[in-house]
Structure formats: structure tokens, C-alpha cells
């Protein structure tokens, strides 16, 4: 098959995107060719069969301009070559932009989104594509016919636990991914851990909270988590280090002991699944019920900082043993039902059969 793929950003070092190289990468292994036309490029490295065109956000260039630039660079691919399927990797606004011209030339158009957030862009672009698909029930939340859940795409051969013989930490050490968002309630981990040490002041922790803030927003919540650290006299436990490159993670999974998610996305966090697939025990949001199921219920919280302080303090109780055994139960769930071998397998085995559905009408 030969692909054209819409992507937000193809940046292999994009501390947030990275992945979507390794998607690439992965798909590629089943496609004959793949076009990929991203929003803003970086660090390429993909296949000999994929080719990667950027309408040049990382330049600088405008929004009108980037419209004109997509339709450059969608106009001269189309006429190079047929392809069988588009798929928009989070990008309704290119499927949106697409869509009539591949309407015409018979290209259907599956459409991946897996967020909470829902608009009239979204509406229409989901009115246009074909199929959506996406990681959960609570990954896409307009109801339609369309809707295909398929789950996340983890490299469970890149994110894999450390290797045996590693010397633990002799500080136990906490962790958190992902950007500095008020939606992400860092605030709550900062306040627990200041119950941990008050409960038990012998307890030898440390935090380290990995992200960066992007908006003004989120600048000003930055401030506000410093101000906190500092007001609970946690200056020399709470490490703040910025955010770090897709491939450095692993080597930050390695180096915890648990990780911490109370994201109130509503959906599957992509950075919990991998801390998960490394072995890490985690604690993590209500909207990890389903897939913890009954038997590890315990790790999920609803926020609530005592609750987070007694789930903190009985990991940091266990043995090494204990906790690798934990983290392997973690491990397989992910394997099994969110691995990128996985995911792989289900998008072209819905590519074909809506290439196949299209091709009736």
C-alpha cells in the first residue's frame, strides 16, 4: 500500500512528538511507500521508503503561507503517485484542508485523535474523514458510527525495564512526564510527598518532575509549583528538569522508582503507558480504571493527596523484588493490548478494509 500521512510534527528529538517517528517508522515496515506532510519538521529519521515534506512551521513561515505550502506540496504529490490511504495523525485541520480534493481522486482518509478536547473543527473533519480511530472510548468523544478503538502504540522494545543487576536508588525516587499544565495537577504530588515527609521525616525521596511549561498559562503555573516546593521546604527533593528529548526518556524511566500521573485529560496518558512498559509502578488517574482492572484498582486515585501520601509511602515500603513484580503485571498490560506492534497491525488492517468499503460506494 502507499500511504499519505498527515503529522503534527516529525521531530524524532520532539520531547512530546518523538513517537510519531517510530509510528512511521513502524508503518513503513507494511507499506510499499509513505508521504508524510507535517505541520514542522526536526530531527528526520525514517526509512528509505518514507518521505518527509514540512510546510514550514519551523521556519517561521506564517499561517497563510503554511495553507499555500500544503497545498504545494499535497498538489505535486498527487500528481506523482496514487495513493491507496491518507491517514491524519491528530491533524483534523490538514484532513479537513484534504478532503475534497481526495474525495475526487478516490483516497479515503482515517483520521487518529485521542484527546479530549472537541470543536467545530473536529466535528467537520470527522463529517469528511472516512474513519476515525483512536486509543480509547474516552480518546474521542463525538459520537459516530465511525469510530474504531484500537488502542495506544507503545515501542515495548524501546521502553523495556532496566537490566538486571542495576543497582537500586538508594534515595526512593518519584516521577512524573509530561508538560507543565494546571491540567496536570503536579501540585497534588508536591503536597503528598510534603505529607509523606511529615508523616515520616526519616523517608529518604525524591521528586523529579520532568516537562516544560509552553504556554503563558503554564508559565504562570510553573511559578506557582516553584513557589510550593519552596513553601513546604522541599527545595532539595523536588527536582524540576525541564523537558528531555523521546530518546533520553527511557534512561529517566530507569532512574525512578514509581511514577505519578493525576492528569485530568479524561483519556489514556501516553506517558503512563510508557513508564508501565519500562516496569515501573504507577499511580495514576481514574481514567486508567478499565485497563488496571479490579486487581491493581489500588493505583488508581482520584487526586486526593492523603490517598496519593499512603500509595506513596506502601511502594517505598516494598522491597526492590516487590516492586519489579508489580511493575512487570504493569508491563504485560501494555504488551499485550498497547504495544506498537500492536497498533500497527490494526491501522492497515483498517486501511484495507476501508479502502475496501470506499471502493464499493
Given amino acids: ?45 525514517v526509512p528509505k521508503n518514507v518521505r518527509v515534506h514540512s510546510v514550514g512551521k519551523e521556519k517561521g513561515y506564517s499561517e497563510p503561507r503554511r495553507a499555500i505550502e500544503f497545498y504545494r506540496i499535497l498538489g505535486r504529490l498527487l500528481t506523482e503517485q496514487h495513493y491507496d490511504v491518507c491517514f491524519a495523525h491528530m491533524m483534523p485541520l490538514f484532513a479537513l484542508m484534504a478532503a475534497p480534493l481526495l474525495r475526487i481522486l478516490k483516497i479515503p482518509i482515517v483520521l487518529w485523535y485521542a484527546h479530549k478536547s472537541v470543536n467545530a473543527l473536529l466535528r467537520l473533519a470527522t463529517f469528511l474523514v472516512d474513519e476515525v480511530v483512536t486509543s480509547t472510548q474516552e480518546g474521542f468523544r463525538i459520537p459516530s458510527s465511525k469510530v474504531q478503538v484500537i488502542g495506544q502504540g507503545i515501542d515495548t522494545g524501546k521502553f523495556a525495564p532496566k537490566q538486571e543487576g542495576t543497582s537500586p536508588n538508594q534515595t526512593f525516587t518519584i516521577l512524573t512526564v509530561g508538560r507543565l499544565s494546571p491540567i496536570k495537577r503536579v501540585e497534588l504530588l508536591i503536597e503528598a510527598v510534603a505529607l509523606c515527609k511529615e508523616k515520616h521525616p526519616e523517608l529518604s525521596v525524591r521528586v523529579k518532575i520532568v516537562g516544560a511549561a509552553a504556554t503563558d498559562t503554564d508559565k504562570f503555573y510553573e511559578a506557582k509549583l516553584f513557589s510550593l516546593v519552596k513553601k513546604y521546604h522541599m527545595q532539595t527533593i523536588v527536582i524540576f528538569t525541564g523537558s528531555k528529548s523521546y530518546e533520553q526518556l527511557v534512561h529517566v524511566y530507569h532512574q525512578a522508582d514509581c511514577f505519578v500521573n493525576l492528569s485530568e485529560t479524561g483519556s ?33 486515585i482520584d487526586g486526593n493527596p492523603l490517598k496519593l501520601c499512603d500509595r506513596l509511602l506502601l511502594l517505598a515500603s516494598m522491597s526492590e523484588i516487590e516492586r519489579c513484580k508489580l511493575g512487570q503485571q504493569l508491563r504485560n498490560i501494555v504488551v499485550q493490548e498497547h504495544s506498537l506492534t500492536g497498533l500497527c497491525t490494526k491501522l492497515v488492517r483498517e486501511f484495507k478494509s476501508v479502502k475496501k468499503l470506499y471502493q464499493k460506494k
Fill in 1 to 45: 500500500m502507499r500511504l499519505l500521512l498527515f503529522n503534527l510534527a516529525t521531530d524524532a528529538d520532539d520531547p512530546i512528538l518523538g513517537f510519531t517517528t517510530r509510528w512511521i517508522s513502524a508503518l513503513a515496515e507494511h507499506m510499499e511507500s509513505i508521504d508524510v506532510i507535517t505541520m514542522r519538521s526536526g530531527k528526520i529519521e
Fill in 268 to 300: 489514556i496518558d501516553k506517558a503512563v503507558l510508557e513508564a508501565m512498559s519500562c516496569g515501573l509502578p504507577v499511580i495514576t488517574n481514574p481514567a486508567f480504571t478499565n485497563l488496571l482492572g479490579t486487581d491493581l484498582s489500588h493505583w488508581v
